[in-house]
């Protein structure tokens, strides 16, 4: 199962999931992956315009709010993180922390959450071609799944703990130091 998370807007590259996806399952042999969205928005009548098209509605499942994003992230072989602009990207950063790789969008800070390569896939904004490549790549290779998802939670335990996101935060807020004027 393949995941999202986030309002259904197209900040959040909807859109450009909803592209990946129908090449997905073109791509696909055998009984297609699902797609489980997690969210709401203003796209959702779209999506579900887009899913009753699809050669197998049942590939996508919209959730709509999920009170649980542990079980949620749990569930899923990766997440995808189609955004095309982020503040954080904390649902990268969950799915990370649950041991989930993640494909996203080389986009604001998702670079800093997913390592590519090491803890996930980056793909080019607005490329549907490299992000359906992507969750196809890490979909048949379980042996890769399983070793990002490791190398994620780790990242995640190590580089966004309270204590190492409250330094940098102090760091950021402490004045810098006044240089002395020239006399």
Do not use: N
């Not at 996508?60 to 072989?77: I, Y």
């Not at 998702?110 to 490299?130: K, R």
């Not at 890769?144 to 204590?163: C, E, N, P, S, W």
Request: aromatic content about 4%; charged content about 20%; some cysteine.
């Amino acid at each position: 199962m393949v995941g999202f998370a986030g309002s259904l807007d197209e900040r959040k590259g909807v859109p450009l999931l909803m592209a990946a996806w129908t090449r997905v399952l073109e791509a696909w042999a055998g009984e297609p992956p699902l797609l489980r969205l997690a969210g709401e928005g203003p796209l959702r009548p779209a999506l579900a315009t887009w899913r009753a098209g699809l050669r197998d509605p049942g590939s996508v499942e919209l959730a709509g709010w999920v009170r649980d994003m542990p079980a949620f992230h749990g569930s899923l072989a990766l997440l995808a993180a189609p955004s095309r602009y982020e503040g954080f990207g904390l649902a990268a950063a969950e799915a990370g922390a649950c041991g989930r790789p993640v494909v996203a969008t080389r986009v604001s800070s998702l670079p800093e959450v997913v390592l590519d390569g090491q803890t996930g896939l980056l793909v080019p904004p607005d490329d549907a071609a490299a992000l359906a490549a992507a969750i196809l790549r890490l979909l048949g290779d379980p042996g890769l799944r399983r070793r990002l998802g490791a190398a994620a939670a780790a990242h995640i335990r190590t580089d966004f703990d309270r204590a190492a996101m409250l330094s940098r935060l102090e760091d950021l807020l402490r004045p810098a130091p006044r240089l002395r004027e020239a006399t």
